[in-house]
């Protein structure tokens, strides 16, 4: 089970797919619909396979009974590791919007990083912690219920909770990025070295060697004939390698975003468009000319508006020399304008719509950013950051 794979993705932060389930301490629990799938192989493993195999005399519907019983509080169980890292997270000042259960387990989508090492790690170690305490629980009670002479199914199930408990636990202290062992030496590194990239690159690095170690393991289970044994370990290695490459990538973007501002990467010189021009002119004389896709249109000094390629797609050529720019464009509103001191996370969240923001500063326009603009920036930066990591290993 992916069980902590706590994902920090920007783009969905406010888009939870499955269906919403009911909210604790303010969080979101949601199923993915590709639980279902496994919460009935589980329940059908254990009530036709397992239950009937370990105890021949019972009826049919009492396996289905104690399949459905220990499969709900398997779930719940995996909740409840989810959850304990939440909880530790909200104590430390970090929003958590939601929790979905997935096929591989849960997934808690944090809304941002965690601040310091020392935060990242009591919320790593929150939900293993919590899925050995339940192990604990669990076998106690299974010791209790043997003590008190129950039906063995129901010992069976006890023990059944307390092992995918303490698997569960165990599985997920695996140093590789993202599970939580991952995040536990990524936090130990980057007390260490001070570098919160640096420490995710050496996590998520280890995390897909493991990946592929599991996808490698699984071929070779299902060579030897074990097929869904197999299958399940092959689709949890490609998971958990999608998880550490795609984290690593958004961790490094976020990381570079953080630090800039609009004004360090802003276009002061500006190309800018009358209102009163005609289209024919303004393909001819702008778009074709320059190579841009839009440009800001001014009154003077004033912007009043932004026009972009799409504005003009599709309009007959022999209307175009009789229509103005002011006639297409888009007016220019709030949406549009940034200040220099805006964080580029900020600009970059609110460029996905509109491809370019007007800069202004007192009132006054003084450049202009765009998406092209800042994609070109963070290459350099990679570039720059690349550079000076073959320094060091050479060093
Ligand atoms: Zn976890």
Redesign the pocket.
């Known amino acids: 089970m992916g069980?902590?794979a706590p994902s920090r993705s920007e783009g969905n932060k406010n888009r939870i797919g499955g269906i919403k389930l009911f909210r604790i301490a303010g969080i979101q629990i949601a199923i993915d619909f590709s639980w279902f799938i496994i919460f009935f192989l589980i329940m059908w493993s254990l009530s036709a396979g397992y239950f009937p195999h370990a105890f021949p005399r019972e009826k049919t519907s009492v396996y289905w009974i104690a399949g459905l019983s220990a499969t709900i509080l398997f779930f719940a169980s995996v909740l409840a590791?989810?959850v304990s890292?939440s909880l530790v997270a909200i104590r430390h000042g970090l929003s958590v919007p939601s929790i979905t259960l997935f096929v591989f387990g849960g997934v808690s989508q944090l809304g941002e990083e965690a601040k310091d090492p020392g935060s990242e790690l009591r919320i790593a170690v929150a939900?293993?912690a919590c899925s050995f305490v339940l192990a604990g629980f669990f076998y106690a009670l299974s010791l209790l219920a043997g003590r008190l002479a129950l039906n063995p199914i129901v010992i069976a199930v006890l023990a059944y909770l307390a092992l995918v408990n303490a698997a569960l636990g165990v599985f997920?202290l695996i140093p590789g990025f993202p599970l939580?062992g991952g995040r536990v030496l990524r936090a130990i590194y980057w007390a260490k070295k001070g570098s919160l990239s640096k420490a995710t690159k050496l996590a998520a690095d280890i995390g897909k060697i493991f990946a592929v170690f599991l996808i490698v393991w699984g071929g070779l289970q299902v060579l030897a004939g074990a097929l869904i044994g197999g299958l399940w370990l092959v689709f949890i290695g490609i998971f958990l390698r999608s998880v550490a490459q795609s984290g690593y990538r958004e961790m490094v973007l976020r990381h570079m975003l953080e630090a800039a501002r609009v004004g360090d990467i802003m276009v002061r010189d500006v190309v800018k468009v009358q209102p009163g021009e005609p289209l024919d002119r303004l393909i001819k004389d702008y778009f074709l000319h320059y190579g841009y896709k839009g440009f800001p249109v001014f009154e003077d000094a004033t912007p009043v508006g932004v026009v972009s390629i799409s504005d003009v797609l599709g309009i007959p050529a022999d209307v175009l020399p009789a229509k103005s720019v002011r006639e297409v464009m888009t007016p220019i509103s709030g949406k549009f304008l940034v200040s220099p001191d805006t964080p580029l996370t900020e600009a970059f969240g609110r460029m996905r719509q509109d491809g370019r923001l007007l800069v202004m500063e007192d009132g006054r326009f003084v450049g202009l950013i765009t998406k092209t603009g800042l994609l070109r920036f963070l290459e350099l930066k990679r570039a720059l950051e690349e550079q000076e990591e073959t320094r060091e290993r050479q060093e």
């Open positions: 069980g902590g590791h989810e890292h939900g293993p997920n939580d």
